[in-house]
Nanobody, 121 residues
Framework: QVQLVESGGALVQPGGSLRLSCTTS????????MRWYRQAPGKERDFVAG????????TYADSVKGRFTISRDSAKNTMYLQMNDLTPEDTAVYYC??????????????WGQGTQVTVSS
């Protein structure tokens, strides 16, 4: 059974930092590409950052470039999102997403349940 479990969300002041984790199980982590998305109240779910199955390629939304860093640890089957210099506009539920096996015609995607990040003074 595939599971993606986000953690690390919290209330933080503007300018602060958080590290989100997405711990996975039930699939071969190293064969899946992964992304972070976020959804603010009343808005659509938006792409935040992505990382290739190998970890060699990363992409970011313009709004987070230079502030957020996506990474993955295959030994722990976990993806991370380091978020620095947070602003109230970063307030949202953050979701992790996985797709794979990469290159397979039977590739499927999976979502986590989300973790709340609130940036407020």
């Amino acid at each position: 059974q595939v599971q993606l479990v986000e953690s690390g969300g919290a209330l933080v002041q503007p300018g602060g930092s958080l590290r989100l984790s997405c711990t996975t199980s039930g699939f071969t982590f190293s064969t899946y590409a992964m992304r972070w998305y976020r959804q603010a109240p009343g808005k659509e779910r938006d792409f935040v950052a992505g990382i290739a199955s190998t970890g060699a390629v990363t992409t970011y939304a313009d709004s987070v470039k230079g502030r957020f860093t996506i990474s993955r640890d295959s030994a722990k089957n976990t993806m991370y999102l380091q978020m620095n210099d947070l602003t109230p506009e970063d307030t949202a539920v953050y979701y992790c997403w996985a797709i794979g096996p990469i290159g397979s015609r039977d590739a499927r995607d999976y979502w986590g349940q989300g973790t709340q990040v609130t940036v407020s003074s």
